[in-house]
């Protein structure tokens, strides 16, 4: 942890006095165990947990999470593809009777009325 002042800082002395005292007191490790989870292994050097055998290979339960992910999304996109190949057919038919409507329509409306759609 560290504090940034300035040079000229006035009461540099007074806050190393009261920083000191908050460490004899033992709040700022109160303070750091309290506010970090499981802050007491964390604490630990890097050997004692490697000297003591706690660490183990990785087993196939340990990606069980992982797996359930990987599945549902596999799932949801397939289901999503699906639905875009049905439903992009029945857009696709709409689509082309809609034009030949429409081409049909300008057809007539040119043809049937002479100057009067052109006004």
Same mark, same amino acid.
């Given at each position: 942890?560290?504090?940034? &002042?300035?040079?000229t800082f006035?009461q540099k002395?007074?806050?190393?006095?009261?920083?000191?005292? $908050? /460490?004899?007191? +033992? &709040? &700022?490790?109160?303070? /750091?165990?309290?506010? $970090?989870?499981?802050?007491?292994?964390?604490? /630990?050097?890097?050997?004692?947990?490697?000297?003591?055998?706690?660490?183990?290979? $990785?087993?196939?339960?340990?990606? $069980?999470?992982?797996?359930?992910?990987?599945?549902?999304?596999?799932?949801?996109?397939?289901?999503?593809?699906?639905?875009?190949?049905t439903l +992009?057919? !029945?857009?696709? +038919? !709409? +689509? !082309?009777?809609?034009?030949?409507?429409?081409?049909?329509?300008?057809?007539?409306?040119?043809?049937?009325?002479?100057?009067?759609?052109?006004?």
């Open positions: 942890m560290a504090l940034a &002042i300035g040079k006035d002395a007074e806050l190393s006095r009261g920083i000191t005292r $908050l /460490k004899e007191f +033992g &709040i &700022i490790e109160y303070l /750091k165990t309290k506010d $970090l989870f499981n802050a007491t292994e964390c604490l /630990k050097p890097l050997s004692s947990s490697v000297t003591s055998g706690e660490l183990r290979a $990785l087993d196939i339960v340990d990606f $069980l999470g992982v797996f359930a992910i990987y599945a549902t999304g596999i799932s949801v996109a397939a289901a999503v593809f699906v639905l875009e190949l +992009g057919r !029945r857009r696709a +038919g !709409r +689509g !082309r009777e809609g034009r030949e409507d429409t081409e049909d329509a300008r057809r007539t409306a040119g043809k049937g009325e002479g100057g009067s759609a052109r006004t």
